[in-house]
């Protein structure tokens, strides 16, 4: 895998990394990516199972959907590139994870700082008063829980098509990037906004930007540094090669 030492060593000597995570992260987890070619888009309507409306319209399938991820994200464990970003969260003192995923696994990995602009699939709320509901929920089960205060259903805490992101996590992941020396886009497709604008901000900025993807996209032409690898095989190396010039410092 060709990393170019040049890279190697801004990352050297860089004080503030920005990292944006997407699904494509998760993918070495066994957890399907969205818009891969076997992605969740290719199975199901976005705008009917992943928005407030298709919620509306059919809360049970909806319910089942969300059932059905959940039950593959209980039992996936965070993979080397998971532990690769929260092992590199402790070589810089300014360092900021964002991420677009909903499963947690980074967290999991031991990563301390992270922004969830998607929210979680973990936790839950009333669709209809807001109240967090932390009952332990039956992936298995096809009927919908409900509010133990108002009665109303319960949804999975994540960004729906058309909702907002949570308003001061996509601030201080605006800030985060702005304020970067590198920022990482990794496993992301860049299509979902304002997510997808974050590497631009960084590069506006005058961070050094840089894409992991095996597959090209419009960030991974964008950006000043394009790894076309999996973010499992590649950031092991890219530690290995980095965390001796960093102690040598
Ligand atoms: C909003 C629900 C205000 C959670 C999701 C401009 C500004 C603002 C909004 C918009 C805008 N333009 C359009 C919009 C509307 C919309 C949007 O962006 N639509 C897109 C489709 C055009 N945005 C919104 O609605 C957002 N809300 O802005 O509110 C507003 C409202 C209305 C109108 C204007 C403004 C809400 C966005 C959040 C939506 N929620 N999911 C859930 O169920 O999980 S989106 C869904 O896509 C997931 O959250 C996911 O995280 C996200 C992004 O997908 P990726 O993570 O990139 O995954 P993907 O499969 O696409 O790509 C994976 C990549 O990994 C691939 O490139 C693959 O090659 C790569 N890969 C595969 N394996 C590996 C790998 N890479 C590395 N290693 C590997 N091993
Ligand atoms: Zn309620």
């Known amino acids: ?21 997407g699904a494509g992260v998760s993918a070495e ?6 818009r891969d070619p076997d992605g969740l888009w290719s199975r199901f309507n976005p705008a009917e199972l992943a928005s407030a409306s298709g919620f509306m319209s059919n809360p ?52 301390k700082k992270v922004y969830e ?40 805490s994540v960004v729906w ?5 949570p308003e001061k996590t996509l601030r201080e992941s605006e800030r985060a990037a702005g304020n ?7 496993g992301t497709s860049g299509e979902v906004f304002p997510a997808a604008g974050l590497p631009a901000m960084a590069k506006a900025n005058n961070a050094i930007t840089v894409d992991i993807n095996p597959t090209p996209t419009q960030l991974s032409k964008a950006a000043d540094y394009y790894l076309p690898y999996t973010t499992g095989e590649i950031l092991p190396t890219l530690l290995d ?9």
């Open 60 to 111: 049970e399938l909806v319910w089942q959907w969300y059932n059905y991820r959940r039950n593959i994200i209980y039992s996936a464990k965070p993979n080397p590139g998971h532990h690769a970003i929260a092992e590199m969260e402790d070589l810089y003192h300014d360092f900021t994870l964002i991420t677009q995923n909903v499963d947690g696994l980074h967290q999991t990995a031991g990563s």
């Open 161 to 165: 098509f058309g909702e907002m992101l």
């Open 1 to 21: 895998m060709d990393i170019p030492q040049q890279l190697i060593e801004i990352l050297a000597k860089a004080k503030s990394v920005a990292i944006l995570t």
């Open 29 to 34: 987890s066994g957890i399907a990516t969205f």
């Open 117 to 156: 602009l998607h929210g979680s699939i973990i936790q839950n709320h009333c669709f209809d008063c807001n109240k967090p509901y932390d009952e332990e929920i039956d992936v298995s089960s096809k009927k919908l829980a409900t509010c133990n205060s108002c009665g109303g259903k319960i949804r999975p």
């Open 180 to 186: 970067s020396d590198v920022f990482f886009s990794m």
């Open 241 to 249: 090669r980095l965390k001796p010039i960093i102690s040598n410092q």
